[in-house]
């Protein structure tokens, strides 16, 4: 009769519990084999990088440091920072980026007159040419997972956070074949005697294989589950890849939608550090989330958090990870954790709204949503939030009118075409409307330059001190009505040079020269920009063409840039998740175009910044920048505009109404002031004052544009293309006739350039 139950028995291990092992055992290797961790995709700054000579304050420094995590410590331990007056020490924490991996380094730099003047390795007192920094992370494109990680492989981890958590979690991890009966004893024991549960039997594995395989259910069902394919994994994998994926996939906290995963991504979550650098207390910090990330939060309840550490500390101790006086030291530290959880996921929309239009021919949204993507970008940090403070603050300055006033920005780096700074709106992170690359509007006389631009390319025919017509203007339209243009000041000005209709912004003369040379011609130039829609008719020589900031950013950055039309860029190169570059955006330098007259037009605009429309930027105290620039103002001051750059940086900025209604604002007073707000807080090389290769600077009579001896009356200094100098020259016999009978307009002085307070353009 005993047979019977022993065949049953049989029957049923034969036919059901074999089968049942085996297709477990098949989704346990099928899945851990194919085990990819959902990665997201991070967009990061650029590298800071760094090298004497540099223009750089203390500011914008230690901005650059919080932005990207690193905390004020010794300046040692990697992630920090410390600051001896005007010496800074730096522990570079490392990072691999586009050009490779760059090793973590301690560094010692030293900020004089604006700039870095000594930059050294800190150990060895090794001069470096040029460092970077770990860029910052400025937004995450999450997938459907929602989910927070950063892969570490096991030699990456720290061995303390190793060790430690065995000791807490699974002391007898390294012995166990997946479940551990002595484990789960000593636990029923203790809550058996607590009456509560107070302490877990699972080992690391039964954890690891709850959180990749089954759900949370407390069932019968679910335990035999968890610990036979436990076991199972423990017969077909290692002990180090089995804790390797526990590293990198335990639940350790949570930001809105965003589940934060591992101890990689907690560290930056909690510390704004990588775990590698963390101190024995951030460690077990970590460690002791593990039992409970929501009630142990430490930003929600640092009671519990501190007493959680401290019994980690404790565990440390009785395993011999730590000796009693360190964990004293440990235990004695506050917590340290920064204040907002460090998970970007869109910090500054406008700017990535371009880095998306710029990587869309080659990465679709799905592909950027399944992750493990790193895109590195030229978002430079200091330079976005001080762009960001300079629109708040002028805005702000206006009082009640600031109100329904608009603002958008864009900045550039004068060398590389990268777009260093981007914002779309008066309000810093407005997820809406992005003013910077939608809002086209026109730009009034910011056309003026490039007007005056295509005059100089015929050398033979223009330059700076021709004398142009400003007077009246009368044009039959059509329809049969006269177009009919006034300067801003309801006046004719006469015969005046080429420079001074520039920098007063005289409407009068720009339309008499744009006659001269030809509409056709100014509308092809601006089309090769890649312009659509440009006006063919003559308002186009006052600016009624309608662009967005990004676009006129790109129109002047081929004058700031030497005449290199280059095309602006946001994005460096997109890494995959081993670190290897699948695409990288490089600027295409063309050949430089028209030099001789982009070289006059930036020195004409150095004009503009002095005694022209821009001048309020040399009183504001920023004239060492020998800024070249241009405002800009629409027909009943609906748009204020200004756009003007240093050796370093061109800014554009752009101030206006949504429903298009006038401003009562000028270039001058509204968008050039947020320009000067900015360059004040932005250290940048100063542009150069001399005219640039290919130029001579010559005397000439501004009433006649010749050639003159620098003693006459009236006589300036100007730019001109070598071997195009007008050979003719005016002396000053004239003068000294006129000057002797007492009735010459002549005089001992200079006669000084024409005033620039009636042009508020």
């Known amino acids: 009769?005993?047979?019977?139950?022993?065949?049953?028995?049989?029957?049923?291990?034969?036919?059901?519990?074999?089968?049942?092992?085996?297709?477990?055992?098949?989704?346990?290797?099928?899945?851990?084999?194919?085990?990819?961790?959902?990665?997201?995709?991070?967009?990061?700054?650029?590298?800071?990088?760094?090298?004497?000579?540099?223009?750089?304050?203390?500011?914008?420094?230690?901005?650059?440091?919080?932005?990207?995590?690193?905390?004020?410590?010794?300046?040692?331990?990697?992630?920090?920072?410390q600051r001896q007056v005007g010496r800074y020490l730096i522990g570079n924490r490392g990072y691999h980026g586009p050009d490779g991996a760059v090793a973590a380094q301690n560094l010692v730099l030293v900020l004089a007159g604006g700039r870095?003047?000594?930059?050294?390795?800190?150990?060895?007192?090794?001069?470096?040419?040029?460092?970077?920094?770990?860029?910052?992370?400025?937004?995450?494109?999450?997938?459907?997972?929602?989910?927070?990680?950063?892969?570490?492989?096991?030699?990456?981890?720290?061995?303390?956070?190793?060790?430690?958590?065995?000791?807490?979690?699974?002391?007898?991890?390294?012995?166990?074949?997946?479940?551990?009966?002595?484990?789960?004893?000593?636990?029923?024991?203790?809550?058996?005697?607590?009456?509560?549960?107070?302490?877990?039997?699972?080992?690391?594995?039964?954890?690891?294989?709850?959180?990749?395989?089954?759900?949370?259910?407390?069932t019968f069902n679910r335990k035999i589950n968890e610990a036979l394919m436990s076991v199972l994994l423990e017969m077909h994998y290692s002990k180090a890849r089995i804790l390797e994926a526990y590293v990198n996939d335990v639940f350790l906290g949570q930001q809105g939608a965003q589940a934060v995963h591992g101890f990689a991504a907690a560290a930056e979550f909690y510390f704004g550090r990588r775990v590698e650098g963390l101190p024995p207390q951030d460690l077990a910090l970590l460690i002791g989330l593990v039992k409970g990330p929501s009630y142990y939060d430490p930003r929600r309840y640092p009671e519990h958090a501190l007493q959680r550490r401290n019994v980690v500390l404790q565990e440390f101790v009785a395993t011999g990870l730590l000796d009693a006086d360190q964990a004293r030291t440990a235990a004695a530290q506050p917590l340290g954790v920064v204040a907002g959880g460090q998970l970007p996921h869109n910090r500054f929309p406008a700017f990535m709204q371009l880095v998306r239009a710029q990587i869309t021919h080659d990465f679709d949204e799905a592909t950027l949503r399944q992750g493990n993507l790193s895109i590195f970008t030229t978002l430079d940090p200091a330079t976005q939030l001080d762009t960001e403070q300079a629109i708040a603050t002028t805005v702000a300055g206006m009082g009640?009118?600031?109100?329904?006033?608009?603002?958008?920005?864009?900045?550039?780096?004068?060398?590389?075409?990268?777009?260093?700074?981007?914002?779309?709106?008066?309000?810093?992170?407005?997820?809406?409307?992005?003013?910077?690359?939608?809002?086209?509007?026109?730009?009034?006389?910011?056309?003026?330059?490039?007007?005056?631009?295509?005059?100089?390319?015929?050398?033979?025919?223009?330059?700076?001190?021709?004398p142009l017509d400003d007077g009246p203007v009368a044009l039959q339209q059509p329809d049969g009505s006269l177009w009919s243009p006034q300067n801003d000041d309801n006046q004719s000005h006469g015969?005046?040079?080429?420079?001074?209709?520039?920098?007063?912004?005289?409407?009068?003369?720009?339309?008499?020269?744009?006659?001269?040379?030809?509409?056709?011609?100014?509308?092809a130039f601006l089309q090769s920009f890649g312009l659509a829609k440009i006006n063919a008719g003559p308002s186009l020589l006052l600016g009624a063409v309608d662009l967005a900031p990004l676009q006129v950013a790109q129109l002047y950055q081929y004058i700031a840039d030497d005449g290199y039309a280059t095309q602006l860029m946001a994005v460096s190169a997109v890494l995959d998740g081993d670190g290897t570059v699948i695409k990288r955006y490089q600027v295409r330098a063309g050949k430089g175009q028209y030099q001789p007259a982009v070289r006059q037009i930036r020195w004409a605009m150095q004009q503009v910044t002095q005694v022209?429309?821009?001048?309020?930027?040399?009183?504001?105290?920023?004239?060492?920048?020998?800024?070249?620039?241009?405002?800009?103002?629409?027909?009943?001051?609906?748009?204020?505009?200004?756009?003007?750059?240093?050796?370093?940086?061109?800014?554009?900025?752009?101030?206006?109404?949504?429903?298009?209604h006038p401003t009562g604002l000028w270039g001058a007073s509204g968008s050039l002031k947020a320009w000067i707000a900015l360059f004040h807080r932005l250290p940048s090389t100063p542009l150069s004052a001399e005219p640039g290769p290919g130029l001579e600077m010559a005397w000439v009579d501004p009433a006649s544009g010749k050639r003159t001896d620098p003693q006459c009356a009236g006589a300036r200094q100007m730019p001109f293309v070598i071997g195009y100098l007008a050979q003719d020259t005016q002396g000053c016999f004239w003068q000294h006739v006129q000057n002797f009978f007492g009735g010459g307009p002549g005089s001992s002085d200079p006669a000084p350039a024409p005033s620039d307070t009636t042009s508020r353009d």
């Open 1 to 81: 009769m005993l047979r019977i139950p022993c065949f049953v028995g049989l029957g049923l291990l034969v036919g059901f519990v074999v089968p049942y092992v085996l297709m477990l055992d098949r989704e346990v290797r099928s899945r851990f084999n194919d085990l990819v961790f959902a990665v997201p995709t991070r967009v990061y700054a650029r590298p800071l990088p760094l090298s004497q000579g540099l223009a750089m304050n203390a500011a914008t420094l230690e901005l650059e440091l919080t932005f990207a995590g690193y905390q004020p410590g010794d300046g040692k331990t990697p992630g920090t920072w």
């Open 116 to 218: 870095i003047a000594r930059l050294q390795a800190a150990d060895s007192g090794r001069p470096l040419e040029q460092a970077h920094l770990d860029p910052a992370r400025i937004a995450t494109v999450y997938g459907a997972s929602q989910e927070e990680r950063r892969m570490l492989r096991l030699n990456e981890v720290p061995p303390l956070l190793l060790g430690g958590l065995q000791a807490v979690e699974d002391r007898d991890f390294k012995h166990h074949h997946g479940v551990d009966p002595m484990a789960i004893a000593r636990a029923m024991f203790a809550n058996l005697r607590a009456g509560h549960t107070v302490q877990g039997g699972s080992t690391l594995t039964q954890q690891l294989v709850r959180n990749l395989y089954l759900s949370r259910t407390q």
């Open 400 to 466: 009640r009118r600031g109100q329904n006033i608009q603002a958008a920005g864009v900045v550039t780096d004068v060398a590389g075409s990268s777009v260093l700074a981007m914002v779309g709106s008066k309000l810093p992170g407005d997820q809406g409307f992005n003013r910077a690359m939608d809002a086209r509007r026109p730009i009034g006389s910011l056309i003026k330059p490039l007007v005056y631009l295509v005059a100089l390319t015929q050398p033979e025919r223009w330059n700076l001190a021709t």
């Open 495 to 523: 015969q005046v040079p080429m420079v001074d209709a520039l920098a007063h912004s005289w409407n009068l003369a720009t339309v008499h020269l744009g006659l001269a040379i030809g509409v056709a011609r100014v509308q």
């Open 612 to 660: 022209g429309t821009a001048h309020a930027i040399g009183e504001s105290g920023l004239a060492g920048l020998h800024a070249a620039g241009k405002t800009g103002t629409s027909d009943s001051q609906r748009d204020s505009w200004f756009a003007g750059f240093t050796g370093q940086h061109l800014a554009v900025f752009w101030m206006g109404r949504d429903d298009n």
